[in-house]
Every structure is written in structure tokens, then in C-alpha cells.
């Protein structure tokens, strides 16, 4: 008889002999010490790390007593590990020196992390309107496949939430109202510089939610025109520009009357229709070169004119 061992189907002693809550507990994730070295950053994470206040009281923290809740990680098919919840802490340890941290390895799917790592980050206190869009996009898209239904469907009911819709789920786990979640993803379709007036609040919610149904054009000329008056729209200056769009009536000009509409609370000013300066100014010129332009013809002809009075008082 040779050495081959033969697989005879028989239940292994250790299973065999072992308790429910013992091969239970083989199950739970495992707390390990990984190197910062192996871990990367969860693609296309919509929270920001910002090196403030709070951070510096974190690496202190961390300094004195080490990361007291681990983060939380998946094994990539690389070798290498994702970090789903934890950002902060890591970058922390990094700026404290630690060249490892403690984490915690589940396996999940690319949607089950996305889950988790939105819940994971929604109760803080200090986040951009745009890091709320882009998270609660992720979320929703996420619960749709994982639901096994269309991502274009908005009404197809969660089968498992008792007749909710996805959004209707999403909400109630975030804390903001339906309509808000809707509110907070339209911001998704902004261009850059004007999601960023809404982080910074030159712009609010209401109007930059008309805003977003707007196409990337005339969003564009829409911001050519807030850098020339250094003024945003309000809310019905922007359901004036939606309503003009939806008409396939919105352009340069209509945008420029809506905006240099005076308000209540702003003091007169002189506008000029951007179309009006067009063959005067080069075309490669920005606003602020185009107003600068304008300054000094206004400064020459102003000399020429007091030249002109001064020639009339000496004849």
C-alpha cells in the first residue's frame, strides 16, 4: 500500500469535534497589523481628506494611544488591500510616522464596499454638498445593481424593503428626506466651478438644482457670465434660465438680461452685453484681460476728451 491518503468524504475531526460558536467565530474578521505601504485608496472616493484642525488633534491622538477603532479593508486580486472605511486614520498615521495601522480584512463586493463605505462616512458633520452628491450617486447605483435591477429604473420597488424604491432606502439610512437625496444627486450633472460655488456657498441648493438641468454649454456661458458680473443667480433667475433652456431659447444674450436683472439688495451698476465687445476685444482674452481692456479705453478716451476741453478754453 502506498502513502496516497484518499479522500473518503469523511466529516475532518476538527469539524467534527468542534461547537457551532466555535466554527462561527472561525468566520469573523480578523484584526491585523498591515504595513500603509500595502493599502490603497478606495477608487474614486468621494469624501475629502483635509489637513485641518481636526486632523492635527487625530495624529496627536494617535501619536499617544495608536488607531483605537481599525479600519476597515478588502483584499484586492493583486495581494494588495482597499481601504473602504478609515481614510483619515491612515492618512493620520501617515503624518504621525506609523508605518502600519491596525485594520480589519473582509471579503466583500466592489458594491458591498461602496455600501459601506458611504455609511461609513454620512453621519459626519462637516460635508460638501458636492461629497454628499457624489457618495449618494455611488450608494444608489451600488443598492440598484446589488438589487439585480436596471440603473436606469428610479420606480422598480426593492424587492427585499417591503415595496421601497432605492432612493426611498437610501434616504431613510442617510437622514436627509427623498427629495433631498434627488436635490443632493442633480448636483452631479453641475460643471466643476459651479458645484464648487455650491460647496462655498455663493451658490444655494435650490438654484443650483435648476441649474443642473442644464446642458455643460450653456452651464460654461452661464459661468462666463457670473466671472464678468460677479454676481450667482437666484433661485428665479434660475428656473427663468431652465425654463428657456427646456424651450431651446437659452443663449448669451438671454442669460446675460436674466442675471443683470437688479436685485433688491444690490446697488446700481453698469452692465455691457459680453456679444456688444466682441469685435473690439481679442478673442483669446479672458474676462478679467477683457475688463482690464475696457478700463484703459475708458482711461484713454477719458485724456483724449479733457485734451479736447482743454484745446476749446485756449482758442
Not at 491612515?90 to 466592489?110: D, Q, S, V, W
Not at 479672458?286 to 484745446?311: C, G, P, S, W
Request: net charge neutral; proline share 5%; hydrophobic share 30%.
Amino acid at each position: 500500500m502506498n502513502g496516497t491518503v484518499r479522500d473518503l468524504g469523511l466529516t475532518p475531526l476538527d469539524d467534527l469535534f468542534s461547537t457551532e460558536a466555535q466554527r462561527q467565530e472561525a468566520k469573523l474578521p480578523r484584526i491585523h497589523d498591515l504595513p500603509l505601504s500595502e493599502i490603497d485608496d478606495f477608487p474614486d472616493h468621494p469624501y475629502q481628506i483635509r489637513k485641518d484642525e481636526d486632523m492635527d488633534a487625530l495624529v496627536e491622538s494617535i501619536r499617544e494611544r495608536g488607531v483605537i477603532t481599525p479600519i476597515t479593508v478588502r483584499p484586492k486580486e493583486d495581494g494588495r488591500y482597499e481601504i473602504i472605511s478609515g481614510h483619515r486614520r491612515r492618512k493620520a498615521c501617515e503624518i504621525a510616522g506609523l508605518e502600519t495601522i491596525k485594520a480589519e480584512i473582509r471579503e466583500m463586493t466592489r458594491d458591498e464596499a461602496i455600501i459601506l463605505m458611504v455609511d461609513s462616512n454620512v453621519q459626519r458633520s462637516n460635508i460638501l454638498p458636492s461629497e454628499k452628491a457624489k457618495a449618494y450617486k455611488m450608494k444608489l447605483d451600488a443598492m440598484r445593481r446589488t438589487a439585480g435591477r436596471p440603473p436606469k429604473n428610479n420606480s422598480v420597488p426593492v424587492g427585499q424593503n417591503f415595496g421601497q424604491t432605492s432612493r426611498e432606502v437610501l434616504a431613510e439610512e442617510s437622514g436627509d428626506s427623498n427629495t433631498q437625496v434627488q436635490r443632493y444627486i442633480r448636483l452631479n450633472n453641475l460643471v466643476p466651478e459651479i458645484l464648487e460655488m455650491v460647496d462655498t456657498g455663493r451658490i444655494a441648493m435650490r438654484p443650483a438644482v435648476e441649474l443642473s438641468y442644464l446642458p455643460l454649454e450653456e452651464q460654461k456661458m452661464l459661468l462666463t457670465t457670473i466671472e464678468s458680473e460677479e454676481a450667482t443667480p437666484s433661485y428665479s433667475q434660475s428656473q427663468k434660465m431652465r425654463n428657456l433652456s427646456r424651450e431651446g431659447k437659452l443663449d448669451m444674450d438671454g442669460i446675460f438680461q436674466i442675471m443683470t436683472v437688479q436685485k433688491g439688495n444690490q446697488k446700481e451698476r453698469v452692465s455691457i452685453q459680453y456679444e456688444r465687445l466682441k469685435p473690439f476685444v481679442p478673442s483669446s482674452y479672458t474676462i478679467r484681460d477683457t475688463e482690464n481692456f475696457i478700463m484703459k479705453a475708458v482711461e484713454h478716451y477719458h485724456k483724449y476728451l479733457q485734451r479736447q476741453r482743454q484745446r476749446d478754453i485756449e482758442r
